[in-house]
């Protein structure tokens, strides 16, 4: 891909982006002018951000982010479009799935960690956005409850074995129930099985 | 006119069907046989009339008769007159009706082949399915109202959804249906059985086809479904764990369960309180299924369903529940096991197992599906909750019930001995191994697609294991040839043979799941004669045509397919425009290759331009292994055809009258 094609590609990206990115990068700016106010940290990123700034345009977003890194955080996050069901949007090819490719593609080319981008998501969104209930709080209660209805459910039944085997036998025969159910066949084929295996 | 005729036999149907469910109270009670023939009579009468209003609405579409609302609303001039006949079920009040006409049929077939049961048990059986019945006409007649008419005709209709019109969605609702309305027999029966007082093991006898049938429907319902999904949707995917999908799959998960369960109460007399309850639960959840599906609690891609009758529907889910635990609990007296086990590991061990781990997927997924709304109610907090939670939660339980499909099997009644277990299970577990090993080797390191070949294979060489021994066994003592051997033993006892039938699709279905691991896909933007490549495949955009058709314009794009150099074939992906919508709706039309390894999926999402030059831009995935989902979708209808096939030791059974004196039947 030549570098007009790159840089192409990477402006039709920052087109894309819908006004809430403008509001987070409005809120990196404002918290980053505060910072300003303290020697230290201003001088650490009066080095690093036009450090950072270059390298941005230098080496344009897209380029650097891969599919495969946007499917990483893709997968974490739920489509919100309303119509599909909340798909992850790794998956998801909707027109809102796509302009949400668009900005992670930019948050995780402006050097932002996975975990950065699904944050922002979720200030933005709130929890609704992760694309699975966080294994916190509440939602712990929907990792939890499955595995304790197995386990729950395997007590059961050991019980229930150890009920019945505590109970005194009843012939098959005093039952009358096998009666119902007995082929001349299928015994004759049991005993050829058994006579088999001797 | 016709209008008004349909909305007249609408009518008479909930008169029809309410008679019929008071005469068979009544019948019930004082087993009258004249009330009891008049509740049969009813019963036909019912299902005619609903016939009748079906054919009055298909007749309504096919003729673009737009001065009715529902056919205005859902239909146009413009549509295929194939999709006119499926347009009907496209909405809220024509799929109320289809499912009516479903539940008058099953009646009528119910009441037509037991009725040499007449009896207090198959009359109230008929007062269930009759009360159910009255429910959902009223709810059609009251709120949703196919027959309403307009007060103007309109020179046209708005259309049926675009989404819809797709071959796999005429079949795939009525088979859902055939699913959904079919599980009220057993349901009524076993409720027949315990009004009757007659708790034996007649009603699952008498209802084990009728399981079979809705628990068939349900599942190959499910996976029409997942095909539309697949070819429609355009996410590359069949299964999204999308609520309602989920709805569905609930009481297939319970109705499997059952399915297993009662082979404990026919063989040895035990689990009929637990029985009752799968069977409750597996139609409380039908109905639940229906509620979710109409009332939008839940965001679905099924929300044009959606209307404000879901209240009707969630309280009929919980007069199934009250009615039908108070029921069971005051017969609890009734219900005791007769017989003893003697080891859990048995075939009643197994079987048990399998009960819990049926349930522990169908509490999964109910779980997943009300999560959201108790944790919104509860903390506030609105969560999502979609298909990595399930994957995550379902995957280990899956493999967990196809290890057991492995197993159970080749457990014995009462106790299997440890030298049996070994004998058994050497080979089967061998060949398990190699298909895990092989495919390690080969490279691949996800854990849980390798415990699922090593128990695929596990479950193929039990079943093979089976039908060898069995051939072997009969032929040593028939005589015949190894092939007559293997078809005699399948005639001879179709259940348990068609039954591994059943289990060998299920193996294919998880081989189909297993690929899903192995997914890729790339997102492409190609100028004429660009190229992509993904895996093995190298795509060239070779242009794009453009055909302007009655509903839609659709705009094809061709791809030519290359794979080590050799072209294999050409792909159109295709957009079609709904240009005459007001919303210009736009649709998707993947192209698959298709092979027994994997698909090549293209989905065309739409067109650019770029240096004044026009791009195609693509979603292209390489789907490993899906073929095998939809291969094995038919070894499960093959192997239901199996155990459902008429049995000599049936008919000799329904020749028995339960509850009539022989001479009355004689007189009817």
């Known amino acids: 891909m030549t570098r007009e094609k790159k840089e192409e590609k990477l402006e039709k990206k920052k087109h894309l982006l819908s006004s809430w990115d403008a509001l987070i990068k409005y809120r990196i700016k404002n918290r980053t002018s505060a910072l300003w106010r303290e020697p230290i940290r201003a001088l650490f990123f009066a080095f690093l951000l036009p450090s950072l700034f270059s390298l941005f345009f230098a080496l344009p977003a897209s380029a650097e982010v891969t599919k495969i890194q946007r499917d990483e955080v893709g997968k974490e996050l739920a489509c919100l479009c309303g119509t599909c069901p909340r798909r992850p949007l790794d998956e998801c090819t ?105 | 006119m016709l209008a008004q005729l349909g909305n007249f036999v609408l009518w008479l149907a909930i008169f029809t069907s309410t008679y019929a469910c008071i005469a068979a109270i009544i019948s ?174 007649e009603w699952i006898r008498t209802t084990r086809r009728w399981t079979l049938v809705p628990w068939f429907f349900l599942g190959t319902g499910q996976l029409l479904g997942g095909k539309w999904a697949y070819v429609v949707l355009g996410w590359g995917g069949y299964w999204g764990w999308d609520p309602v999908e989920n709805a569905a799959l609930l009481p297939w998960l319970t109705g499997t369960a059952f399915l297993h369960s009662v082979m404990i109460q026919e063989k040895k007399d035990m689990l009929k309180v637990w029985n009752m309850a799968l069977i409750i639960l597996t139609f409380t959840l039908c109905i639940y299924g229906t509620f979710l599906t109409r009332s939008g609690v839940v965001s679905s891609v099924h929300a044009f369903a959606q209307s404000p009758i879901g209240p009707w529907f969630g309280a009929l889910v919980l007069v199934i529940v009250v009615f039908s635990s108070i029921l069971l609990y005051t017969r609890l007296d009734m219900l005791k096991s007769k017989t003893h086990y003697e080891s859990p590991i048995s075939r009643e061990g197994g079987f048990l197992l399998n009960n819990v781990l049926f349930l522990t997927a169908t509490f999964a997924v109910f779980w997943g599906v009300m999560f959201p709304i108790i944790s919104e109610a509860l903390t506030g907090d609105k969560i999502t909750v979609s298909a990595p939670y399930f994957n995550a939660v379902m995957v280990p339980i899956g493999l967990l019930l196809l290890l057991l499909t492995g197993i159970g099997p080749l457990l014995a009644w009462r106790k299997t001995s440890s030298q049996s277990l070994k004998r058994h299970f050497a080979y089967p577990t061998l060949f398990g191994l190699l298909c895990a090993i092989v495919p390690a080797v080969l490279g691949v390191r996800d854990i849980y697609a390798l415990i699922s070949f090593a128990c695929s294979g596990l479950v193929t060489g039990t079943i093979v294991s089976e039908f060898h021994r069995g051939a072997l066994a009969r032929g040593s003592s028939s005589g015949e040839s190894y092939i007559m051997a293997l078809i005699n033993l399948t005639r001879r006892n179709k259940r348990r043979y068609g039954g591994y039938v059943v289990h060998f699709g299920i193996v294919l279905l998880f081989i189909g799941f297993t690929g899903n691991a192995f997914n890729q896909d790339i997102e492409a933007e190609l100028a004429y004669q660009e190229s992509a490549t993904i895996g093995p495949y190298t795509l060239t955009y070779e242009g794009v045509t453009e055909e302007v058709k009655p509903l839609t314009v659709d705009l094809t794009a061709q791809l030519g397919v290359y794979k080590n150099g050799e072209r294999l074939g050409t792909m159109w992906p295709q957009q079609k425009v709904y240009y005459k919508r007001d919303d210009q709706q736009r649709t998707t039309e993947v192209s698959i290759r298709s092979n027994l390894r994997e698909d090549l999926y293209v989905l065309c999402q739409g067109f650019d331009q770029r240096d004044g030059q026009e791009v195609a831009l693509f979603h292209v995935y390489v789907n490993p292994l899906v073929i095998w989902v939809w291969i094995g979708a038919w070894v499960i209808t093959i192997g239901t055809l199996i155990t459902m096939l008429p049995d000599p030791r049936d008919k000799a059974r329904r020749r028995r009258v339960v509850g009539l004196p022989q001479e009355q039947e004689a007189v009817a």
């Open chain 2, 28 to 201: 019930g009670r004082t087993k009258r046989l004249d009330l009891t023939i008049s509740t049969e009579r009813a019963v036909y009468a019912t299902f005619a009339l609903c016939l009748t209003a079906m054919g009055v609405l298909e007749y309504l579409f096919v003729t673009d008769s737009f001065n009715v609302h529902y056919v205005a609303t859902h239909s146009s001039r413009d549509l295929a007159t194939g999709y006119k006949f499926t347009a009907v079920w496209s909405g809220m009040q024509g799929s109320l009706l289809l499912w009516a006409l479903i539940l008058s049929g099953f009646n009528f077939f119910a009441t037509l082949k037991t009725r040499t049961l007449r009896g207090p048990l198959a009359s109230y059986a008929t007062v269930i399915i009759s009360f159910t019945q009255v429910f959902f006409l009223g709810l059609i007649g009251i709120h949703e109202n196919p027959f309403i008419e307009l007060n103007f005709t309109p020179p046209d209709g708005q259309g049926m959804n675009p989404l819809l019109v797709h071959p796999a969605m005429a079949i795939h609702p009525p088979m859902l249906y055939l699913g959904y309305v079919g599980f009220i027999v057993p349901y009524a029966f076993a409720m027949g059985a315990l009004l009757s007082r007659q708790a034996d093991e």
């Open chain 1, 94 to 198: 909707c027109g809102h799935a796509q302009q949400q490719h668009a900005r992670i593609d930019a948050l995780l080319g402006a050097g932002k960690t996975k975990q950065q981008v699904i944050d922002a998501y979720v200030a933005d969104f709130g929890k609704i956005v992760l694309s699975k209930p966080p294994a916190e709080g509440f939602g712990l209660m929907a990792w939890l409850m499955p595995p304790f209805v197995l386990v729950f459910g395997f007590f059961m039944v050991r019980n229930v074995l150890r009920t019945w085997s505590q109970s005194k036998p009843v012939p098959i025969a005093a039952t009358g129930q096998q009666s119902n159910e007995k082929d001349p066949y299928l015994d004759k084929l049991e005993q050829e099985l058994r006579e088999r295996e001797l």
